[in-house]
């Protein structure tokens, strides 16, 4: 039983370009959730995905977008990169909106220059 | 407003000690869940255990056990006779309900436990 998998597993960038990260969920899951994790603290909530829309989204800039996927993976778009959006960007996949336990891939490395 | 609280941040323990992680959180609703991740220095955070607000027994899984006190709003993490592999660090995380817009999760800021042979 496959878990969930992101990729790439790093990535480097500079300041103002695009990022693309991707999430494929654990299989019989629905619910797609992204976190970033800066260096030392614990992760925090981008945004949330069922049914291909984006059902709760947390304190984040519009720069930060997503897209879900009728298989259930998912994609997180960062435009107009900062050197503060260096972090390690979590996927999470859990069953129904139900308060479900979330489980978590191995996360992208991002480091912006 | 929700929060989680976990003032230790660095525990270190020789082999074979008890150790307590401790977590406080901060919820208006009346329906919860309360969680503990493991992550390992690899990245992943591997899911532990989940217990509603409605559940309060202890909960013992081989060396781990948990103890949810709805009265001191704590949900505290022990690891009895810890072995070098629990090194980690660990995060206490809080989800409301569905209904009050919940499934996100609120972690805490974690607790990194160094267990040294």
């Known amino acids: 039983d496959a878990g969930v998998t992101q990729s790439p597993t790093h990535l480097i960038k500079t300041r103002g370009q695009q990022v693309t990260l991707r999430c494929s969920p654990k299989?019989?899951?629905?619910?797609v959730s992204w976190y970033q994790q800066a260096l030392g603290q614990g992760p925090q909530f981008i945004f949330q995905?069922?049914?291909?829309?984006?059902?709760q989204r947390g304190n984040f800039p519009d720069r930060f977008s997503g897209h879900q996927f009728p298989n259930y993976s998912s994609e997180l778009n960062v435009n107009a990169l900062l050197l503060g959006d260096s972090a390690l960007y979590l996927c999470?996949?859990?069953?129904?909106?139900?308060?479900?336990?979330?489980?978590f891939g191995p996360g992208t490395r991002l480091t912006v220059l | 407003a929700q929060k989680v609280t976990q003032a230790q941040t660095e525990i270190s323990v020789v082999e074979k000690e008890d150790v307590t992680l401790d977590c406080v959180y901060e919820?208006?609703?009346?329906?919860?869940?309360l969680f503990w991740y493991k992550q390992p220095p690899s990245g992943e955070l591997v899911f532990l255990i989940r217990?509603?607000?409605?559940?309060?027994q202890n909960e013992i899984s081989g060396r781990y056990s948990w103890n949810f006190q709805k009265s001191t709003s704590s949900f505290n993490f022990t690891i009895t006779a810890s072995q070098v592999v629990d090194s980690a660090v660990y995060f206490c995380?809080?989800?409301?309900?569905?209904?009050?817009?919940?499934?996100?999760?609120?972690f805490g800021q974690g607790t990194e436990l160094s267990v040294k042979p």
């Open positions: 919820t208006r609703d009346t329906t919860y869940y």
């Open positions: 217990r509603n607000s409605f559940d309060e």
């Open positions: 299989s019989g899951h629905d619910t």
């Open positions: 999470a996949s859990s069953y129904t909106l139900e308060t479900d336990t979330q489980y």
């Open positions: 995905y069922y049914e291909e829309e984006e059902r």
């Open positions: 995380a809080l989800s409301e309900s569905f209904y009050n817009q919940g499934g996100k999760l609120i």
